[in-house]
């Protein structure tokens, strides 16, 4: 069975500063996605990013980016120039794409403060 | 933007009652989900729906639960007889397809069910 594991609970980061934010999975299936999803105050999860596990190259969403290295199944989230905007829940998700399961397996989450 | 809402925000009910938490997917979407969130523990996956049955559950979906798309707009989910730690935020979700391609769900912003 596949896990999605977020080690930090918590994160804090000035405003304007670079923060990055950790996720590990465990699969063993060569073909999935990885997800960011931003979970602000009282508010619905929205989709901050998306990796193909069969695209080498990093996603990239305007301030968002991920390092993605397959082989160590790390989905790391790197927000830039960070705004009070961000401060958030994030969770990472993973969802298979040949298996004929299509749930989404969630890490716990990280909860990231942005400082003034 | 289109989005998912679900009704109501906030419910608190009886331990043993019926509850019925209710969805209106994005109107196109054709895959429905389920997940939900007991306070400071990870985001757990329900079910899934599709073409009007079920086409994967958890282990947590057990007979008490159970879910309907009774008018083509509405998907809603029923807990028959509500037990203390079914006290969770529900999220339901929902996508347009899976396949290659495929588009991430949309999530809703949630119903904090409380069973007193």
């Known amino acids: 069975a596949q896990t999605v594991t977020q080690s930090q609970p918590e994160m804090s980061v000035q405003e304007a500063e670079t923060v990055t934010l950790s996720c590990t999975y465990d699969?063993?299936?060569?073909?999935?996605?990885l997800f960011w999803y931003k979970q602000p105050p009282s508010r619905q999860m929205i989709l901050v990013i998306r990796?193909?596990?069969?695209?080498?190259q990093n996603a990239t969403e305007n301030r968002f980016s991920v390092n993605f290295q397959k082989a160590a199944k790390s989905f790391s989230l790197k927000i830039s120039d960070s705004q009070l905007g961000d401060a958030a829940m994030y969770f990472c998700?993973?969802?298979?794409?040949?298996?004929?399961?299509?749930?989404?397996?969630f890490g716990t989450g990280t909860r990231l403060k942005v400082l003034a | 933007e289109p989005e998912v809402t679900q009704t109501p925000s906030h419910q608190v009910t009886q331990m043993g009652q019926e509850v019925i938490l209710r969805c209106v997917p994005i109107?196109?979407?054709?895959?429905f989900y389920w997940y939900r969130q007991i306070l400071g523990q990870k985001v757990e996956f329900l079910v899934s729906?599709?073409?009007?049955?079920?086409?994967?559950k958890s282990e947590i979906f057990d007979d008490q639960f159970s879910v309907e798309r009774p008018d083509g707009s509405n998907f809603t989910l029923k807990i028959r007889s509500t037990k203390l730690e079914d006290s969770a935020m529900y999220f339901c979700?929902?996508?347009?397809?899976?396949?290659?391609?495929?588009?991430?769900?949309?999530f809703g912003q949630g119903t904090r069910l409380t069973v007193v």
């Open positions: 109107s196109n979407h054709l895959y």
């Open positions: 979700a929902s996508s347009a397809n899976l396949g290659w391609g495929t588009t991430e769900a949309f």
């Open positions: 990796q193909e596990a069969y695209k080498q």
């Open positions: 729906f599709y073409n009007n049955e079920i086409s994967e």
């Open positions: 998700a993973y969802r298979s794409a040949s298996s004929g399961t299509y749930k989404y397996i």
């Open positions: 699969t063993s299936e060569s073909d999935y996605y």
